[in-house]
């Protein structure tokens, strides 16, 4: 019988109806061993009929055992894998080992248990129960979370039970703490267990002593006597759980026959509660079967079938801290021995490892090719531990320093950065193979790239790239390269330009795309724009021949430095589609920066909201601290042209609280210029014009040329504006200069457009419509051509030209009305009403009625793509698919998805003249 817990049931029982009404909700139960979250979890499946349960419980020895916890919970529904997006089901398959091709990519393999858990609640919703978290596989508890972090409308709850200490490893779910009962409760509790109502004075020591612990109160009332309940005779002095409740295990244990205590230990040792096993390992060390009696008959254990349970986790606890090292290797030895098959080797490598008495080569393999296989199935964390306990067992040195660093890649795949340095660090002492010292120092520069300082990352691969450029060409221009990606984070143009020259001289030199790009970057940062401009215009003629994500990122970069925004974009946008196609995922968070950029500078603001929220969530999720700001810059710069002032400044300061620090100048160049972005949309010029200034002196790691030129439009408005012409004519100048190579109609047009803020009559007239002319020849962005036609349009007014001033000034509200961005509408409502023109706002498009995640599930369903296809590409499950167009539909005023397809085609955040969007 549960006592008390009056908000913890309710907070049950509400998980477990929203579960039963089709809703999705995840909740974890924190507290001390024996606080009564098992029992919190057994009340949940007992009211939530007619619900389907699933549970699963960490044990000790399945720790490291890959996707462990996840086979027990999801082993019975199996037969639904096939309801699932191929490369779902796949990587479901693999994990769970039902699959001859298992995925390494953790993403696919976690989107694919979402999925899964949809389908199980169907029809009448379903109960996913895990009680010990903290002893499940990081494999297992990798997937579980990333989809209680998702739970929305899935029919699905979940609750997680954790002990107290434990709650980093389930960052992000709601979570509810339980403390020791209330005094009536525990009261109560007593009175139900002890041989005696207790008395008041009494129950109440008994409460402060054990902090109202269930357990503690269980077990103690059944330690004293009568008198002592009545308060005729004093308590115990300590009370038998002053050393805690594991003492009073530990006591059990202590007085069971050593026989006893050896069966319990096996059970204790194989920790899956598999009878026969148990009692064969028992024979084999010499000990009657017929010896588990007394341990049961103890209550420390419970028998049921072909499965033995200890009675709690600290039963179990107490009898492995009661044997002898000794003991414990003997019944490891006797286990890895009697798990002969196939099917055991993973749990024969980690007996086995737990046997080993100082390093044993056979021991090391067996445990790294257990890693392997973890690994193969997206298991990376737990790869990382085996790899890392095989390199403990290794005798040889080389060998040892390759499976530390094994260890410390998986540990970074698994979004484990501080396992990932010791490993690091560990390799590092004992390479001495060339080779390897440069895997291990491109390593460690990757691993400060994505989640610490970029300019140390910056340093480590340059210095990198000098050890092996002699010995290994290929691999220096890879570090080469990456010192560049690193270097171009810093906004550090010097060592561009150094890079560039090293690439150039490299020994037996190619002429490969990525080499002709450092080259030509290099040269146009050095000042030679005719040079640099012809080897970059050189390596983009092979850009239909890209198709991997780093590629066209650098193909990307490479159109940036010509001055071609928009053709930049479209690579950026291709890399999107190219990650997510060749199932690559966990390259995702990195590339979705480029794409959510390249879809803002495109105008498709929602999409690029949508992206950047995408990638922050897997960000963080991987452990990618610098790709996390780059979204949140992303995100500051959205809000700042939709009016968002709050939302930006708050996305501003978060992304500018990691860039700083970790001098990321290219993301705290572009949150800094979102802050001034919003002040130039809300008519704050001098305030827009300091900011944008301020960006042309921010040295690197707090500023970036590309962001200096990027918004180079907007500081020649907010200086004009400001009437501080000379700085404006400087910027037009040097804008001039950064476009010399740009061929694009949109990089001219953004040219003429910032001349004619500086000319007067006519010829400002003449260029604003060669501006427009030009946003018309090419795939326009936007939001550009809208600020092209709000200037004209001001322009016009301001020279009595009202009546030719109507209609730039109209087409621009309608396109910043469609496009959610509200200040620049409201001032181009003013412009036109100032122009005689009394005119009704329109309401929001459509499709800014969307959320995020309705925007980008239409966006794909659009473009042709089935549910099952956009399921797999956004990590979603089908029905969750299904649900939003549920909802998508009836916003847009449709019914079919020709009608999806028509409306989206013809929108501004979708419409072909805005350009390909990522799949």
């Known amino acids: 019988m549960l006592h008390g817990r009056v908000t913890e049931r309710a907070a049950i029982g509400e998980l477990v109806a929203a579960a039963r009404a089709g809703a999705g909700q995840a909740l974890v139960l924190h507290g001390e061993p024996g606080v009564g979250k098992s029992a919190l979890l057994d009340l949940a499946a007992a009211g939530s009929a007619p619900m389907r349960v699933l549970r699963a419980t960490g044990t000790e020895p399945e720790t490291g055992l890959a996707f462990g916890a996840l086979h027990q919970l999801l082993r019975s529904e199996t037969g639904l894998l096939d309801l699932l997006p191929g490369p779902q089901r796949d990587a479901v398959g693999g994990a769970l080992g039902l699959a001859s091709s298992p995925t390494d990519d953790r993403f696919l393999v976690s989107a694919g248990v979402l999925s899964l858990l949809t389908e199980a609640a169907v029809p009448d919703g379903l109960l996913c129960l895990i009680d010990d978290f903290q002893w499940i596989d990081q494999a297992s508890a990798d997937a579980l979370l990333f989809s209680a972090r998702r739970l929305r409308t899935e029919g699905v709850g979940m609750l997680i039970a954790v002990r107290g200490d434990a709650g980093a490893h389930v960052r992000g779910v709601p979570d509810l703490r339980l ?34 612990n269930p357990l503690a109160l269980r077990e103690v009332a059944g330690l004293l006597t009568a008198d002592q309940l009545a308060g005729r005779t004093p308590l115990p002095d300590p009370l038998p759980v002053g050393a805690g409740i594991g003492q009073i295990f530990g006591d059990q244990v202590e007085r069971l026959a050593e026989a006893g205590r050896l069966i319990a230990l096996i059970a204790a040792v194989e920790g899956l509660g598999d009878l026969g096993l148990i009692l064969r390992a028992a024979g084999r060390l010499g000990v009657d079967p017929a010896e588990l009696h007394p341990v049961e008959a103890a209550g420390l254990v419970g028998v049921e079938g072909t499965s033995i349970r200890f009675r709690h986790p600290l039963v179990r606890s107490a009898v492995y801290a009661r044997s002898s090292s000794v003991q414990r290797r003997l019944v490891h030895t006797a286990l890895a021995e009697l798990l ?59 060998v040892r320093a390759r499976r530390l660093t094994d260890a410390a890649t998986a540990a970074w795949l698994g979004g484990r950065p501080g396992q990932a340095e010791t490993c690091l660090a560990g390799a590092r002492e004992l390479a001495r193979e060339p080779l390897l010292i440069a895997e291990l120092t491109q390593l460690r520069g990757r691993f400060e790239l994505n989640g610490g300082d970029a300019a140390e990352a910056q340093r480590v691969f340059l210095e990198g790239a000098d050890r092996v450029c002699g010995a290994d060409p290929s691999r220096a221009l890879e570090m080469l390269a990456d010192a560049s990606e690193a270097a171009s984070y810093v906004g550090d143009v010097a060592a561009i330009v150094d890079i560039g020259r090293r690439a150039e001289s490299l020994p037996g030199g190619d002429d490969s795309f990525l080499r002709a790009v450092l080259i030509g ?153 979102a802050l001034g972005l919003l002040d130039l949309g809300m008519g704050r010029f ?72 500086l000319e007067d009559g006519e010829g400002a007239v003449s260029l604003y419509e060669e501006a427009l002319r030009l946003h018309a020849e090419g795939e326009p962005a936007l939001f550009e051509q809208a600020r092209t036609s709000l200037l004209y349009g001001e322009r016009l007014r301001r020279t009595h030209r009202t009546g ?30 100032a122009a005689g023109e009394s005119v009704t706002r329109p309401g929001p498009a459509a499709l800014n009625t969307l959320t995020p995640q309705e925007l980008r599930i239409a966006r794909l369903v659009a473009e042709g793509a089935s549910n099952r296809d956009v399921a797999a590409r956004l990590f979603l499950s089908p029905r969750t698919v299904e649900y939003h167009l549920y909802k998508v539909y009836p916003k847009l005023g449709i019914t079919t998805r020709t009608e999806l397809a028509r409306l989206v085609g013809a929108g501004p955040e979708f419409g072909e003249g805005a350009g390909a969007g990522p799949e």
Do not use: K
Request: aromatic content about 4%.
């Open 179 to 212: 403390t020791g009962l209330d005094a009536r409760s525990a009261a109560e509790l007593l009175a139900s267990r002890s041989a005696v109502p207790p008395a008041q004075e009494v129950g109440d020591r008994l409460v402060t002593l054990t902090g109202g």
């Open 340 to 398: 002969d098959g196939a099917e055991d080797a993973d749990r024969r490598a980690w007996h086995r490892a737990a046997a080993s008495v100082g390093q044993d080569e056979g021991v090391a393999a067996e445990l790294a090719a257990s890693a392997g296989r973890a690994r193969a199935r997206g298991g990376y964390a737990d790869a990382a531990v085996a790899l890392a306990r095989s390199a403990d067992l290794t005798p040889d040195r080389a």
């Open 521 to 673: 970057i290099g040269a146009m940062l050095a000042g030679d724009a005719r040079r640099g401009g012809r080897t970059l215009r050189r390596a983009l003629l092979r850009a239909d021949e890209l198709s991997g994500a780093s590629e066209l990122l650098w193909a990307c970069a490479a159109a940036s430095y010509l001055g071609e925004v928009d053709v930049a974009a479209g690579f950026g946008v291709r890399a999107g589609r190219a990650a997510r196609v060749s199932g690559l995922v966990g390259q995702l968070p990195v590339v979705l920066e480029f794409v959510s950029t390249a879809e803002r500078i495109n105008g498709r603001l929602g999409i690029s909201a949508a992206i950047a929220e995408e990638g922050l969530t897997l960000a963080r999720e991987a452990g990618y601290t610098n790709s996390a700001a780059a979204h949140l810059a992303n995100l500051a710069a959205v809000a700042a042209v939709r009016g968002q002032e709050d939302a930006c400044r708050e996305y501003a300061q978060e992304a500018l609280a990691i860039a700083i620090p970790h001098r990321i100048g290219l993301r705290a160049g572009t949150a800094s210029y």
């Open 686 to 757: 001098a305030a827009a014009h300091a900011r944008f200034s301020a960006l042309t002196t921010a040295g690197p790691g707090a500023g970036h040329p590309t962001v200096v030129w990027r918004s180079a439009p907007d500081r020649v408005e907010a200086a004009v504006a400001c009437g501080d012409h000379d700085a404006a004519r400087a910027t037009v100048s040097s804008l001039e200069q950064w476009s010399v190579n740009a061929g694009t109609p949109a990089s001219r047009a953004l040219l003429a457009r910032c001349r004619a803020l």
């Open 804 to 833: 030719d001033a109507r209609q730039p000034l109209r087409s621009a509200l309608e396109t910043f009305q469609r496009l959610g961005a509200e200040p620049w509408a409201e001032r181009a409502h003013s412009e036109l009403r």
